[in-house]
């Protein structure tokens, strides 16, 4: 059975583990990425009759601030750092709650029981 000082250990070393992974991250940012394909309106157009022809792809990143829902119109390029970035959101979530975790295992370690 490993020694507390054995575990600490790994708990640090999980830690500095999550910490790099942390520090690779370029862009984050919290939101929903669509990709969109829109009717004209115009009758006369093929789009109106054939879903295939739909004019775009548009991008469309929607996020909470200040509480309301916004939504912005991205262009290929732009949609292609956010879809980065918010998947860089959910996997720092995900390292920071493993990092809790470990700090949560660290406390209980010099906890005297």
């Known amino acids: 059975m490993p020694t507390a000082a054995a575990k ?45 022809a739909r004019h775009g792809p548009y991008f469309q990143w929607s996020y909470l601030k200040a509480g309301k829902l916004r939504h912005r119109t991205l262009t290929p390029e732009q949609a292609e750092i956010m879809r980065s970035a918010i998947a860089n959101h959910r996997k720092a979530k995900k390292l920071l709650r493993a990092w809790e975790a470990q700090t949560l295992h660290l406390l209980e370690l010099k906890t005297p029981k």
Do not use: F, W
């Open 8 to 52: 600490s250990t790994t708990s640090r070393e999980k830690i500095a583990q999550i910490q790099r992974a942390l520090s690779d991250m370029e862009y984050l940012s919290s939101g929903t990425l669509l990709k969109r394909m829109k009717v004209c309106g115009n009758p006369r157009c093929h789009c109106a009759s054939d879903p295939a």
